[in-house]
């Protein structure tokens, strides 16, 4: 592609585009496992990963041959006519997670997800009072958004879903003072993404699990960026040994492809009402069949383990780095969040810039890395010491 060419494109996406987005200056044009390269052959090591979605690597060969042969097959049918993929991600799915999460909801991302959470939670409980964290983030549907903490997302809306109780993340007693008879349902990260990648306590979601059982209210644990493998373990609940009554994915579950889904315990699924709630391209077999690829790939690769080890290894590699700018490095697995003194935006930039490697914040002071699972070893090492530079030159 000539620069004139990517130039205008780049431009038309500017300008054309509603305006929400701030856009980097960069026209990006392929990817290959942790790799992107820009319309003019520059290659950039990417941190971002679709904000957790190329969990398995850009380009996964199994999602797009998975992808190619059901788009030549059926590419739309909605969930009143079952379709075989459909049925092979369900049973997919729920093979892979705890025995109690065994009826799904597929929906097209993660804050659907967790807008379908907040129905069934409230059809199971005849109840509408939610909890929440401080520093939460649940996406920017209506909903969605109420569970949401940063006032910058939710003033511009108000008024929103309610009640909703924002307590503080790792606070068990003020967790066991909000929960009450009125209660619906808790919903909580096990890691806080855009919140400042925050691991939560296991005495945190352990006491949700309990005080939400006593309660009568539901627990949803928001896995939309922690699952498939990011933390170290398949899904996040894993480290904590918790089980909600709901649990909500999304981001890496489709390989790539759009997809989000809603797990839950048959008794939640069955206080739905018939047609109390729906969605057109919710569970559509290309979906689906890109469903199935990343979660056997993901089985089969046991990239979990790869996340594992290299997370506490990178985050280490940060920690040496000798600047008076960092504050805390902080994470679970190979979701990692560098804290800092000051404002991040300019040192993601000048990654960015002089570096060729792309990162993003999770609130004012913190840098996030969400590199696909497959990165290797050396790669994250030329992420180390580009901070290095960035920070201290």
């Known amino acids: 592609m000539v620069k004139e060419d990517w130039r205008a494109l780049l431009e038309a996406e500017k300008t054309l585009d509603s305006g929400v987005f701030t856009k980097h200056d960069l026209l990006l044009v392929r990817g290959q496992g942790a790799r992107v390269w820009d319309a003019e052959g520059h290659e950039y090591l990417d941190c971002v990963g679709g904000y957790g979605v190329a969990n398995l690597g850009h380009g996964n060969p199994e999602v797009v041959e998975a992808v190619k042969r059901q788009a030549e097959t059926l590419l739309a049918m909605p969930q009143t006519l079952p379709t075989p993929t459909r049925g092979e991600f369900y049973r997919t799915l729920v093979s892979v997670l705890p025995p109690e999460l065994n009826r799904v909801f597929p929906t097209n991302s993660g804050t659907e997800a967790n807008e379908a959470a907040i129905k069934f939670a409230w059809a199971h409980t005849g109840r509408r ?125 489709g390989g790539g492809v759009p997809l989000g889904t809603a797990v839950m315990r048959e008794e939640v699924a069955r206080s739905m009402p018939k047609g109390g709630h729906g969605t057109t391209f919710g569970g559509n077999p290309l979906a689906m069949a890109a469903g199935v690829a990343a979660l056997r790939y993901l089985e089969r690769t046991r990239l979990w383990e790869r996340a594992a080890e290299l997370g506490p290894w990178f985050m280490e590699r ?29 040192y993601i930039q000048r990654l960015e810039r002089e570096h060729r490697v792309l990162v993003l914040q999770a609130g004012p002071t913190v840098i996030r890395f969400l590199p696909p699972l497959v990165i290797e070893k050396a790669d994250l090492e030329r992420v180390v010491e580009a901070v290095r530079a960035v920070l201290t030159q």
């Open 318 to 346: 940060l920690r040496e780095i000798s600047s008076p700018r960092i504050r805390e490095v902080r994470g679970l697995g190979l979701m990692v969040g560098l804290e800092l003194k000051e404002k991040a935006a300019p």
């Open 129 to 253: 009072k939610l909890v929440a964290a401080m520093r939460g983030f649940s996406g920017r549907t209506l909903g969605s958004l109420s569970l949401t903490w940063e006032p910058k997302y939710r003033e511009p809306f108000l008024p929103l879903l309610g009640p909703v109780e924002f307590i503080p993340y790792n606070d068990v007693e003020a967790l066991r003072r909000a929960v009450d008879e009125e209660t619906a349902a808790v919903l909580l990260e096990p890691v806080q993404g855009e919140g400042g990648v925050r691991p939560a306590t296991p005495e945190f979601l352990q006491a949700a699990r309990e005080v939400t059982r006593e309660k009568g209210a539901l627990l949803i644990l928001d896995e939309i960026q922690t699952g498939m493998g990011r933390t170290g373990r398949r899904f996040a609940l894993e480290h904590y040994g918790v089980v909600p009554d709901i649990l909500t994915l999304a981001k890496a579950l």
